[in-house]
């Protein structure tokens, strides 16, 4: 059974900082490259950060420098972390697998994701 459970989200302040985690089971995760994507109110999900399954990343130009993403095969989990956070990083976070997202009965497969608002 294919499942991503995303965590860590909540309500921070801007300049503040949170750790985001992704379980995943049911798929060959060291196998997979991962990432991290978000959607914010009325936008388009987007990538926000890739890792290999070498452990090579990449982060879109708005994160650089501020977040890492990290990966442990033996707990088949990914994570996120987020410095200096500002308001436009609020969103809804997800992971998935990378390039192309899990597929499940003939659809993309999401998790519930994670919110992360960042305000004062």
């Known amino acids: 059974q294919v499942q991503l459970v995303e965590s860590g989200g909540g309500l921070v302040q801007p300049g503040g900082s949170l750790r985001l985690s992704c379980a995943a089971s049911?798929?060959?995760?060291?196998?997979?490259?991962m990432g991290w994507y978000r959607q914010a109110p009325g936008k388009e999900r987007e990538l926000v950060a890739r890792?290999?399954?070498?452990?090579?990343?990449n982060y879109a130009d708005s994160v650089k420098g501020r977040f890492t993403i990290t990966r442990d095969n033996a707990k088949n989990t990914v994570y996120l972390q987020m410095n200096s956070l500002k308001p436009e990083d609020t969103a809804v976070y997800y992971c998935?697998?990378?390039?192309?997202?899990?597929?499940?009965?003939?659809?993309?497969?999401w998790g519930k994701g994670t919110l992360v608002t960042v305000s004062s």
């Open positions: 049911g798929i060959s995760f060291s196998g997979n490259s």
């Open positions: 998935n697998t990378f390039p192309t997202v899990i597929r499940k009965n003939g659809m993309n497969y």
């Open positions: 890792i290999t399954t070498g452990g090579s990343t």
